[in-house]
């Protein structure tokens, strides 16, 4: 792989976009993951080299939310404790297994997300009663998603966002902003473990992490300041160009 300043550059803008992208809906790993892929990277590093960026956009976005006080930490310490048990049990399996079951499977769980939030006009506009306690979620749902995340990973954060809707009952600005400190957990333990292998390519990943950063802090400005309605469009789009990315490319 030869690292040339413009395939830098491109990697940079890519990462910027994914950031911007994923701060509102997640998904912005269908963005880096195919980017990086195309460097010539083995795909656990590219796995790994995708965290050290992403990690740096769910920072950025989560301390963005905290700031306008749409999420506080203390409330949310079980379940970031659960979710980054999850993910980093999830990379330490994915560096001795490769995950081409999920590879088969995810197109359609995506599919699912997909129509399920095209088919419902109503999600997330208004809080309604949950499905399961707060203490179920923290302790299944969370780690399973983090479990994801760290064996893999693409959409993570549309899936936190879903999960905090369907299942608990929040509006989705609200969900949108829990997932977005959720998925910083579940980054930073699979970022742990991805060090410890040595897997990350760090000129590649440090300058990712920075476009990460500054798309991040756009999107989730963007979201806090009006554009919460756009939430439920972009899953959607996001949720069938996954598809469409794993089942014909």
Request: aromatic letters at 12%; one cysteine or more.
């Amino acid at each position: 792989m030869e690292l040339t300043t413009q395939l830098i550059s491109i990697l940079f803008f890519v990462a910027l976009f994914a950031g911007f992208i994923d701060a509102i809906a997640g998904g912005g790993g269908l963005l880096t993951i195919p980017a990086l892929l195309l460097t010539g990277m083995n795909p656990v590093a590219v796995l790994a080299t995708n965290k050290l960026q992403a990690c740096a956009g769910s920072f950025s976005a989560s301390l963005a939310m905290i700031k306008k006080g749409l999420i506080h930490p203390k409330m949310m310490k079980i379940a970031l404790v659960f979710a980054f048990v999850g993910s980093g049990v999830g990379t330490i399996l994915v560096q001795l297994s490769p995950p081409d079951f999920l590879k088969k499977a995810l197109p359609f769980v995506i599919g699912l997300v997909g129509l399920y939030t095209l088919f419902s006009p109503n999600l997330g506009k208004l809080q309604t009663a949950p499905k399961i306690s707060q203490k179920t979620y923290e302790r299944t749902i969370a780690p399973l998603i983090g479990f994801y995340d760290g064996y893999f990973g693409p959409a993570t954060g549309t899936f936190f966002s879903l999960s905090q809707v369907v299942l608990r009952g929040r509006e989705l600005i609200q969900a949108t902003a829990r997932a977005k400190l959720l998925n910083f957990a579940t980054n930073f333990a699979s970022l742990i473990f991805f060090i410890i292998g040595g897997q990350i390519v760090w000129v590649v990943g440090l300058v990712m992490m920075v476009g990460q950063i500054i798309g991040a802090f756009l999107g989730s400005h963007f979201v806090v300041k009006g554009g919460a309605k756009f939430i439920r469009p972009v899953i959607v789009v996001v949720c069938f160009c996954m598809v469409v990315k794993y089942v014909f490319f």
